[in-house]
């Protein structure tokens, strides 16, 4: 087993032999096998243990054979104790999720703060037929079904080529001692029930069926790997980025085919499900506008393209800008200037830089948000018009009129930065001083 480790290591590409790794121990057959094969290797290591508190005193017990284990072999242990069914409580999620969570985050937190380059968990061959039954039974798409990776992030599993079989009889061959977890019987658990239950009932039906299922997980890992070849170079031709914002042209999504994969796969970074995406297709070429939300983003379709913001926070603080300040850095990076008027002055012709009457204004400026039912008078103009039906003429979207900042005087618009200023402050012929902002980023 030994051999065929080390070649999953080299062909995987998972780690060298001189790099730092972070071995996550439970105390349980797959960890401790995985921490005498790491120790032949002769790695650096450390092992971290979670106490996540289900057991009562086994779960103190495990701790300890872990300290133990530790102990024999030199190596540093971290240990962490978690609420993790309160953890679950308060996310409304699983124990199994929870506890997935917790470990994750705290290995990840050790790897960071100690300088570990790996991080190293047992996971093996049976882990991959359970969690393709698992999620099989939950409805996934190809990614779900292509089996748990070697390697993820800073991640790796070693183990994944050995069945659990095999793992028990390198731990009877090399007199390894280890924990047995009693929830590992648990028939409550739904995992427990695929290792049990389902996985014997296939193998009654086809003897074959384990071999079977690895080879048709293996097929299915390269066909995800062909799919995201596809999706990236799809990804590169139609995502752009523009600032803070991610478009999509609706135009050339709507030659993909099918649509509902490509913009699932594509909008899968921005954690958006499957429900939503459907949803967001059906209102593709409807009244622009519609708004769509995951966890961490916004997607709106606006008239042609989709446009995906980062959600956060509403914005509704006031900067004041004195007489005499030269630059404004919060928000917005403007500078400002004085400069005396003469005839045949030439204003600039960029949206970046606006200039006004010094004498007409009144300090301090107040830069904010626009607000909704407010007015100001636009350029070229002697009525007052809505800054809303102005955005409405100009074509707007929601995320740009939602990122417009103005400039205020005396409660009255100066200007709607990058945009347009108000008729009530242009230069013209008696303007003595000469007010200039410049819009910097």
């Known amino acids: 087993m030994y051999n065929h480790f080390l070649k999953f290591i080299a062909e995987e590409k998972l780690f060298g032999r001189h790099e730092k790794l972070l071995l996550g121990v439970s105390g349980g057959i797959d960890s401790v096998a995985l921490l005498h094969l790491i120790s032949r290797l002769g790695n650096e290591c450390a092992i971290a243990h979670c106490n996540f508190n289900l057991r009562g005193e086994e779960s103190d017990e495990d701790e300890q054979f872990v300290r133990n284990l530790a102990n024999e072999n030199g190596v540093k242990c971290y240990v962490n104790s978690f609420a993790t069914s309160d953890y679950a409580f308060e996310k409304g999620i699983s124990i199994e999720m929870a506890a997935r969570q917790l470990r994750y985050e705290w290995f990840e937190t050790i790897r960071q703060q100690d300088h570990f380059d790996w991080i190293v968990v047992g996971h093996h061959l049976d882990d991959v037929l359970e969690t393709f039954l698992l999620n099989l039974s939950r409805g996934t798409g190809i990614r779900g079904l292509s089996g748990i990776k070697p390697k993820a992030g800073y991640v790796v599993r070693p183990l994944l080529f050995a069945s659990r079989k095999e793992i028990e009889t390198y731990a009877d061959e090399n007199d390894l001692s280890y924990r047995f977890d009693s929830t590992n019987d648990d028939l409550h658990y739904k995992r427990n ?32 790997m062909v799919l995201r070849n596809r999706i990236d170079e799809v990804r590169n031709q139609l995502l752009k980025e523009e600032g803070h914002w991610v478009t999509l042209d609706k135009g050339k999504l709507s030659l993909l085919n099918p649509l509902s994969i490509y913009l699932f796969e594509l909008l899968r970074p921005f954690q958006f499900n499957a429900d939503t995406v459907e949803n967001i297709i059906e209102s593709l070429y409807g009244i622009p506008g519609n708004q769509f939300f995951s966890p961490t983003s916004r997607l709106v379709v606006d008239r042609e393209k989709l446009i995906i913001t980062p959600i956060e926070p509403q914005n509704n603080e006031l900067y004041y800008v004195e007489a005499d300040q030269e630059k404004v850095f919060d928000p917005i990076e403007i500078s400002l200037s004085v400069e005396d008027y003469f005839p045949g002055y030439q204003i600039p012709d960029s949206n970046e830089i606006a200039v006004f009457d010094l004498d007409k204004i009144n300090f ?78």
Request: hydrophobic share 40%.
């Open 193 to 224: 029930k695929v290792r049990h239950q389902l996985l014997p009932l296939f193998e009654e039906l086809n003897p074959s069926f384990r071999n079977n299922l690895q080879r048709t997980i293996q097929n299915l890992n390269l066909t995800e």
């Open 364 to 441: 301090p400026l107040v830069i904010r948000k626009w607000q909704l039912g407010e007015y100001f008078c636009p350029l070229g103009m002697k009525g007052l018009k809505k800054v809303s039906d102005f955005f409405i003429d100009e074509k707007l979207s929601i995320p740009e009129k939602e990122n417009t900042w103005v400039i205020a005087s005396d409660n009255k618009i100066l200007w709607i930065v990058g945009r347009r200023i108000d008729d009530r402050f242009k230069i013209t012929r008696h303007t003595q001083k000469i007010l200039r902002m410049e819009l910097l980023s």
